[in-house]
């Protein structure tokens, strides 16, 4: 059975730091594009980031330079450091595992932030 479980997300002022983690079972972790997703309300899901196998990675242009993806294999879990936070990244936070054609996501964890 695979499972993706988000955590971390809460409510934080605007300019503060959070950490979300993913931790997954289920999958070979190792192989899989994790990527992390966020859907805002009235918003359609979107890519924040993600981090092929071999560790490179790709950021939305909302996000660079505030945000960092990174992965720890041995953990099978993926992190997302999120620093300088503004109110507009205020969302549900989804992990996504993706290996060709098959995707696995969490239930999100929730993010707010206070302006």
């Known amino acids: 059975q695979v499972q993706l479980v988000e955590s971390g997300g809460r409510l934080v002022q605007a300019g503060g730091s959070l950490r979300l983690s993913c931790v997954t079972s289920?999958?070979?972790?190792?192989?899989?594009?994790m990527g992390w997703y966020r859907q805002a309300p009235g918003n359609q899901r979107e890519l924040v980031a993600n981090?092929?196998?071999?560790?490179?990675?790709n950021y939305a242009d909302s996000v660079k330079g505030r945000f960092t993806i990174s992965r720890d294999n041995a953990k099978n879990t993926v992190y997302l450091q999120m620093n300088s936070l503004k109110f507009e990244d205020t969302a549900v936070y989804y992990c996504?595992?993706?290996?060709?054609?098959?995707?696995?996501w969490g239930q999100g964890t929730q993010v707010t932030v206070s302006s």
């Open positions: 289920g999958i070979n972790f190792a192989i899989n594009v």
């Open positions: 981090i092929m196998s071999g560790g490179s990675t």
């Open positions: 996504r595992a993706l290996r060709f054609d098959r995707s696995y």
